[in-house]
């Protein structure tokens, strides 16, 4: 079996708002074989960016566009061809866009494993774990207080155990907050779980603060406080904090997610399978396991992201939580023909071989962005 074909298929909401919410466009990987076989994946990063990676030409050995690179290729070695990718990108790669792109034909060419083992993914991971896990419903801030509260009584009406809320307006001062995050407890009672995202808003010695104001609210975990690259600053937060430490959904690379356990010392690891792939994310997993973390995926994109982190979550042994993101955005919701079934706050893994989810035709047609 060989590659024929990559397509990088870049979908758009008409009317995008100005804030943090990457549910409103997407970028899907189709790899295409002379099987007949078909896999998708999809990459969380700038689409235009990734998609530009992906049909780049070849320029030497070590800059060349991902497309050209797996050409005639069998879908099926799929650690060989994350080695020559990585390889075959060192000048312009090694982190960021280029390795997110990665992810989304690493995801593609295991769901092309999948089928032609009639395995689900899962299986091929190393086994499965579980066949199920808790969702905790992802949400952005509203811009009121009163918005806010309607979406986490609706998250717990749905069934879900876990909310989460993150990003804008939050962070801009402790008065404001503490409104936020007192109504969001007061809605959701005392038996259910908050995950608290601080969208990058603060510094060390802020979240230091914050938290100790926060103890009351019985967080479950204080979620990117601080830059990305600050580990000196997580690392002085996540000594100061009673509460867990969550971070890692900007990073990408093995190296960083190590530098954000060893140096940063967060407690919860999250791994975005559409910017590290299948492939990356079990090291990254293993290497959190070795060193006493867990592990829960970032999603705030598309039924094809929903589908790979459940697969990964259900293969590994150090699991805690998946993100389920419930942005209204058609994109993010109705990608699927039959998505990932979630009841009652819990998902369950497909059965079918590969993902066990294809995109609809319709909503790739209803949203592409034609060049």
Not at 9 to 15: D, F, H, K, N, Q
Not at 102 to 115: C, E, F, H, S, T
Not at 139 to 155: W, Y
Request: contains cysteine; glycine residues 8%; hydrophobic residues 40%.
């Amino acid at each position: 079996m060989k590659i024929t074909d990559v397509q990088a298929i870049y979908l758009r909401l008409p009317e995008i708002q100005q804030r943090t919410d990457s549910s409103q466009d997407a970028l899907l990987v189709k790899v295409t074989t002379d099987a007949g076989l078909v896999g998708w994946g999809e990459v969380d990063g700038c689409p235009p960016v990734a998609k530009a990676v992906i049909d780049a030409g070849y320029s030497h050995t070590q800059v060349n566009g991902l497309r050209a690179i797996l050409l005639g290729e069998d879908p099926l070695d799929t650690t060989r061809l994350w080695n020559k990718m990585y390889q075959s990108t060192l000048y312009f790669g090694r982190s960021g866009a280029t390795i997110q792109a990665m992810a989304g034909v690493d995801i593609a060419l295991w769901d092309i494993k999948g089928k032609a083992l009639g395995q689900p993914i899962a299986t091929l991971l190393g086994g499965v774990q579980r066949n199920t896990m808790r969702v905790y419903s992802s949400n952005m801030f509203q811009f009121t207080v009163e918005a806010t509260v309607e979406r986490a009584k609706r998250a717990i009406d749905t069934g879900h155990s876990a909310v989460k809320f993150g990003w804008e307006p939050f962070g801009r001062d402790a008065a404001t907050d503490l409104r936020y995050v007192e109504a969001v407890r007061r809605a959701i009672g005392e038996d259910n779980d908050f995950m608290l995202d601080v969208g990058l808003a603060w510094d060390a010695k802020t979240t230091l603060q914050r938290a100790r104001l926060f103890e009351p609210y019985r967080l479950f975990w204080i979620e990117e406080p601080l830059p990305p690259d600050d580990y000196s600053g997580y690392a002085r937060v996540s000594r100061g904090c009673l509460q867990h430490i969550a971070a890692g959904e900007q990073e990408c690379s093995v190296v960083g997610f190590e530098r954000l356990i060893d140096e940063g010392g967060i407690d919860i690891v999250q791994i975005d399978l559409t910017r590290c792939g299948f492939t990356q994310a079990m090291r990254i997993a293993a290497y959190a396991q070795r060193r006493g973390r867990k592990v829960c995926n970032h999603n705030f994109t598309t039924d094809i992201n929903t589908a790979a982190s459940l697969h990964f979550l259900c293969a590994i042994e150090n699991a805690l939580v998946m993100e389920y993101c419930v942005e209204p955005s058609e994109i993010s919701r109705h990608l699927a023909k039959r998505p990932v079934t979630i009841r009652d706050g819990v998902a369950h893994l497909p059965q079918e071989p590969g993902l066990g989810v294809e995109p609809n035709p319709e909503i790739i047609e209803k949203y592409l962005v034609r060049a």
